[in-house]
């Protein structure tokens, strides 16, 4: 049975007998320069990298398992896969005139088929550019690609492609939708690591080059990791990420001056503080001499940051910067900060406006080894939001983008939603921030405003469970997320037939079907739930299944407004909150207009009577009615599509991911009822259609 623990790197030996003997032509033999050294079995070389190690392994076991054999070579020659960085051997001399090594950098490679010698060659200015030149090549065979020809040239989009942990160590995951913490459990690391190493392998397969590995709401005993208790346990780990390339980050306790040093204070200003944090990054940098450095969410969600002692988000941010700065360290500091103690009745407090308004007048206070993390929307990963204004409005300070690939609001990975298409259309969404273009793939990346740092996190969608995710579909939202940090240009249909071919093999059928069920997911979810970008509407804190008001009276702002006569929230600057006016203009003015604002976003920004008539040409209540009868009714398509793939999919897999849909199709029901009744009895408006509404 297969569990799906392999995900896409199953490495299935080729069956098609042509395409093996023409793929053997090259990969028949390989040779990794200067990472031959892996004499023993725990690796330790005569002399070889980690990296060039690692790549060398990989090679050998994806071209053994998918050729059937392979012989590993010491030096270069005709007719084989050679690997190293250049200046390694003149063997890649011949490239030389082919690329430009200065526009690789540190991370980019090429992949070049040469008709003279009949060798590919994989190869890049540095070790890590050489290990993702690996994986890309493993990727065309994987994948079916010719192997004639092949004139690569590969750069990273983005510097920073990092994935957070959200755990505990308890075991437990904080919106964790997959089992228990791979790192922890009762307090400790788990002993055995080989999961980590395993996990490690996947995310260096799609170029993620950084990991935090506990929650951001950093509790008592993870509070202690930056200490001698755990160093060398967090020392251990970093190793296992090291060999695949992946810098290793830790979320700090804001107040561990206090909470784990024995001051009485966590003012950054006040000298004790900033000595007790550069000695704490002195020790850090003894166990781990390229800790890649801090992830920090302060003042936010009843966490502590430097507000208490009446200073702000620079000198919280910046005084951990300079502690970190002697030894290369980086902070990243999180902008998920809002008043969480909100009353329905206020409408001018409008969470959407709190990060813009707590850090756009701090633009360019922050050093420069500080980077903003800010999540894709300005409330808190719903499946549909306008894109953070703070993308654009900075202009002087490095920022990352923060999506989440946990289904917290999104199904909780027991429904299926593919995710990608959503993050193209943040990546894609132009501010207008310094003329048309200025989209947030380039604002991220840093490139717009000529920022030294910059890139993607996201929040992990892994644990325990043997198949990683829960759902084994929802591996493609891990990998996609990945794939999208590398080269946000990718279309969500080719991240999609790629990890649907990695990950079950070449089966033209069942590619199709697959990929129509995760392109389609998105948009089937958001149709059964919350309607036009209103949000919310899920039951308090473990955020799963239908509540309209749910969240409507409670403290964390975030409402709808629906009463008898309409609803949604007005954040116009003429007569609601002013949220749409912290955009660039023709953004904030299509946003402010009720005429013009997507159908979408309608309720995100406008509160309007239930007749309102759409762009569609439906009243708004129409519409809840149609997508939430059209969702669930897809939702149960979607079960029936998996069912055709019964013969071409394992049986473990299969099963499973039927079980799946089976539930999804029975919930979105339960969705579709719930906010149907909901609306018609506050309306008061009959379906046109007559369908049962309970
Ligand atoms: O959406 C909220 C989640 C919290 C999370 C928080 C955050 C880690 O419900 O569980 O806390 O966002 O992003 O900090």
Known sequence: IDSGYDCWL????????????????????????????????????????????????????????????????????????????????????????????????????????????????????????????????????????????????????????????????????????????????????????SRIRDYARLLASAAINAISINNVNVHRQESKLITDEFLPDVAEVAGIFREYGVRLFLSVNYASTIEIGCLDTADPLDSGVAEWWKQAAADIYRYIPDFGGFVVKADSEFRPGPFTYGRNHADGANMLADALAPFGGEVIWRCFVYNCLQDWRDRKTDRARAAYD???????????????????????????????????????????????IAQEYTGQQRHLCYLVPQWKEVYDFDTYASGAGSTVAEIASGRLFGRARGGIAAVSNIGDDLNWCGHVLAQANWYGYARLAWNPDLSAEQIASEWIRMTFGRDEELERIVLDMLLGSYSIYESYTAPLGVGWMVNPNHHYGPNVDGYEYSKWGTYHYAD???????????????????????????????????????????????????????????????????GAEQAAELLAKWDTLASRVDSGRFEHVRERLAHQAEHACEWRDMINTYFYRKSGVADEQGRTIY
């Open 10 to 193: 199953g490495y299935k030996r080729i069956a098609d007998s042509a395409l093996r003997e023409s793929y053997a032509q090259y990969g028949s033999r390989f040779v990794v320069i200067g990472g031959e050294g892996d004499g023993d079995e725990n690796g330790e070389g005569l002399g070889a990298s980690s990296l060039l190690r690692t790549a060398g392994k990989e090679l050998e076991l994806a071209l053994s398992s998918m050729l059937g054999s392979v012989t590993r070579e010491r030096v270069s020659g005709a007719g084989m896969v050679v690997a190293g960085t250049f200046g390694s051997s003149s063997a890649f001399e011949s490239l030389a005139g082919a690329y430009e090594p200065a526009e690789l950098g540190e991370e980019g490679y090429v992949i070049h088929s040469s008709e003279e010698d009949g060798c590919i060659y994989l190869s890049a200015a540095s070790e890590r550019g050489v290990l993702y030149a690996v994986f890309h090549f493993i990727r065309l065979l994987q994948t079916d690609q010719q192997l004639e020809g092949l004139r690569i040239q590969e750069v990273p989009r983005n510097g920073l492609r990092m994935i957070n942990h959200w755990d505990n160590m308890d075991g437990s995951v904080e919106r964790g939708y997959a089992g228990n913490s791979i790192f922890y459990r009762d307090g400790r690391f788990i002993e055995d690591k």
């Open 358 to 404: 707590h850090f756009m007048p701090l633009d360019g206070q922050f050093r420069d080894n500080v980077m903003l993390q800010i999540k894709n929307g300005p409330m808190d990963f719903q499946v549909r939001e306008p894109v953070s204004p703070l993308f654009g409005g900075l202009t002087k300070t490095n920022h990352l983008l923060e999506l989440q």
């Open 564 to 630: 008898r006569l309409g609803m949604g929230v007005d954040r116009t600057v003429r007569t609601g909150t002013g949220y749409a006016g912290q955009y660039h203009a023709p953004v904030a003015e299509r946003y402010e207009s009720l005429a013009d604002c997507p159908d979408e976003l309608l309720l995100f920004f406008h509160h309007v009577p239930y007749l309102h008539v759409l762009h569609s040409g439906k009243t708004v209540i129409q519409h809840i009615y149609d997508t939430h009868f059209s």
